[in-house]
């Protein structure tokens, strides 16, 4: 025991040891952590965007890839289909999709002949994959393959090059119209197109050729384009379905007092209040939006999409949002007091509490889930640069708060979730185009609003907080095949 | 003063409350980091390195016992590993596995101001202050050091026994020297 009297004393001793830093030191401390919480910013984005693209590779990867399958089984039914139609009736095909079933070439092209394959293609098939029709003088590039293309009918007669021309004009003619309904995505018109051809082949010139073949041709191209009225009547089937996407978004917000910011009332703030200290504060001694400061807001969720017409569409989904405002506050007093609310027969026992001044920021944080309904209309034509604009309602619910909130009526800050409103209505606007990344996949990119209807807090005494956040929103979005 | 309230705040990472943590425990920790090194400004760069660890990981603080020995065990930590970690320290902060060695019986009374005390703990070798401060300031036990330092529990205590009697010797050297300038004072 005696040993330790010693070990006692300097304990003891040391206890009382203090020694002051200098001032490079808190300095140094502060600048530390500020980097490090900006570390971890810059590693949550990037992990987050990784995440975003993976995700939406493999959805990408599974959706071509079944894709893939069925075209492959459409294409081959077809073959099929066209080998009995051949062994048939070897002179088929009024139609000038079809007609590229009856060019043969000289058995020297015989390496030549690629007009076949891609004129054999189903107009569904053309419609989804856009790049490959997009060359409207489809027709006029098969000639450089075919220098001289000898077309044979039944009767394996030779026609000559004037009746190609007409033949390969009249095909053209039609090929057009086709890629021009495709690329305007009229698939009403398109529909309506393809029963004109069925009730009245208009290329006259033709039939005149093979008038031989005009009863048989005719019934065929009648099937043909029965199959592509089924197969496009299947597209517009799918267009109409709902379709699930991610939608992410980074901004800013802020808590307002009002929508843009227009005030009513007379104008005060924090160093009026305090230049009058000692009188009892009056409601608006303070304004909200000059306290609170914005600071970062995203959201990431998924939606699904549904086309109501051809120009617009209904969207719901499921976001996780996180918004963040730094509020500007005096020095904190930590001691207990027990404030009055308006309302609350109970006093309220806080903690800790800021009193209203400058030069002190806290970042305060609210998350939430966040359940959106919003309509999207587009307004041009252009297919290249579609404009859309979206407004819809926003229904949100509080998860988690760490936040400061201003008491108007004790005119302090404090922490108290339990006085903020939980439930959240928000009104959202925005305006965005789409691009198109693959046939299956579309981002919807634009900026984007919301606002909030409901105010933050529960208690009207404490003054009106609207969130309000603005931002660039990216809705990316899959199609079914 | 209401340390759950300000450890919540810190973790919330609002300035001014992580201003108020340091304002209240730096003097005592920078207090600890000076008897651990051989100049103020290591100390100061301890004292940073462990509140920067203090901040990054007062998450991890379960509000159980004194919030003070919470931030005082993250500052002898991080003091022990920048003596292991920096050169200065390194060479002169080796063990020799040596068996047990008895302690010094003698039970000086302390004279000395605390300043005077921490220099002179500062004055043993790197080994011997630091197992001397574990030991007899911080209270932890020889098994505990060992494991904190990766040594043996017998290697602490006879380095603990020798910084001790080191430390009682340049004691009795220093109530001496005071006796005797009080005496040709007088």
């Not at chain 2, 980091?33 to 760069?45: M, Q, V």
């Not at chain 2, 462990?50 to 991080?78: C, D, H, N, P």
Request: charged fraction near 25%.
């Amino acid at each position: 025991m005696q040993e330790n009297e010693f070990e006692k004393q300097v304990s003891r001793l040391m206890e009382e040891f203090n020694l002051t830093p200098s001032d490079s030191v808190w300095k140094k401390v502060e600048q530390q952590i500020n980097k490090d919480k900006r570390r971890n910013r810059w590693l949550i984005i990037p992990l987050l965007l990784s995440g975003l693209t993976l995700a939406g590779y493999f959805t990408y990867q599974a959706l071509h890839q079944s894709g893939n399958n069925i075209n492959k089984n459409v294409t081959a039914h077809e073959s099929q289909k066209d080998a009995a139609g051949k062994k048939n009736n070897p002179q088929k095909n009024n139609d000038p999709i079809g007609k590229a079933d009856i060019l043969t070439t000289t058995p020297k092209e015989e390496n030549s002949f690629t007009l076949k394959q891609q004129t054999q293609k189903p107009l569904s098939k053309l419609l989804r994959n856009k790049k490959t029709i997009t060359n409207r003088n489809l027709f006029a590039d098969t000639k450089k393959y075919l220098p001289s293309p000898v077309l044979i009918n039944k009767s394996n007669t030779k026609i000559d090059n004037k009746e190609i021309a007409k033949f390969s004009a009249d095909a053209e003619i039609k090929k057009n119209r086709q890629l021009i309904a495709a690329e305007n995505k009229q698939e009403e018109s398109k529909i309506k197109l393809l029963d004109d051809e069925n009730k009245t082949p208009n290329n006259s010139a033709s039939q005149k050729q093979f008038s031989s073949t005009e009863v048989k041709d005719s019934a065929d191209s009648a099937s043909i384009a029965t199959s592509e009225y089924k197969k496009l009547k299947t597209f517009n089937k799918n267009s109409r379905k709902w379709q699930w996407g991610i939608t992410s978004f980074y901004g800013r917000s802020d808590a307002v007092e009002t929508l843009l910011g227009i005030h009513f009332f007379q104008d005060y703030s924090a160093a009026d209040y305090l230049n009058n200290s000692g009188q009892q504060p009056d409601s608006g001694a303070i304004r909200t939006s000059r306290i609170i400061k914005p600071s970062s807001a995203f959201k990431l969720g998924v939606s699904v999409q549904k086309q109501i017409s051809k120009r617009s569409s209904i969207s719901f989904g499921v976001n996780y949002v996180q918004l963040r405002m730094k509020t500007e506050t005096g020095i904190m007093v930590d001691s207990a007091i027990n404030v009055n609310v308006p309302g609350l027969s109970n006093r309220l026992s806080v903690g800790t509490f800021y009193k209203p001044g400058s030069g002190n920021f806290n970042t305060d944080t609210y998350r939430f889930i966040e359940i959106p309904v919003i309509f999207q209309h587009r307004f041009n034509n252009s297919s290249k640069f579609p404009l859309y604009y979206n407004a819809g309602i926003s229904f949100t619910q509080l998860i988690d708060a760490d936040a400061l909130f201003y008491d108007r009526y004790n005119n302090i800050f404090y922490a108290e979730n339990n006085l903020l409103r939980k439930t959240q209505l928000q009104f959202q606007l925005g305006l965005n185009t789409s691009l198109n990344l693959k046939s299956n996949t579309s981002i919807f990119l634009g900026p984007q609003l919301q606002y909030s209807l409901s105010n933050l807090l529960k208690n009207k005494n404490f003054g009106s907080q609207h969130l309000f956040n603005w931002g660039l929103q990216a809705n990316i979005l899959f199609h079914k095949k | 003063m209401d340390y759950n309230r300000l450890v919540k705040d810190c973790i919330r990472g609002i300035p001014i409350a992580q201003r108020e943590l340091y304002e209240h425990f730096a003097p005592s920790m920078l207090g600890i980091c000076y008897r651990y090194t051989k100049s103020l400004k290591d100390a100061e760069d301890v004292l940073q390195e462990g509140f920067v660890k203090v901040f990054t990981s007062l998450a991890q603080y379960r509000f159980e016992g004194e919030l003070g020995g919470w931030i005082r065990s993250v500052m002898v930590r991080t003091a022990l590993n920048y003596l292991k970690r920096n050169r200065r320290y390194n060479a002169d902060f080796s063990y020799s596995e040596t068996s047990l060695h008895p302690v010094s019986e003698e039970n000086p009374l302390v004279i000395l101001q605390a300043k005077e005390l921490a220099d002179l703990i500062r004055q043993l070798p790197t080994g011997y202050q630091a197992i001397f401060n574990l030991h007899a300031i911080e209270g932890y036990t020889h098994v505990e050091i060992g494991e904190m330092l990766g040594i043996n529990e017998g290697t602490s205590r006879s380095q603990y026994a020798r910084s001790r009697a080191l430390l009682i010797s340049w004691l009795e050297n220093h109530s001496t020297e005071v006796k005797h300038q009080r005496y040709a004072g007088k």
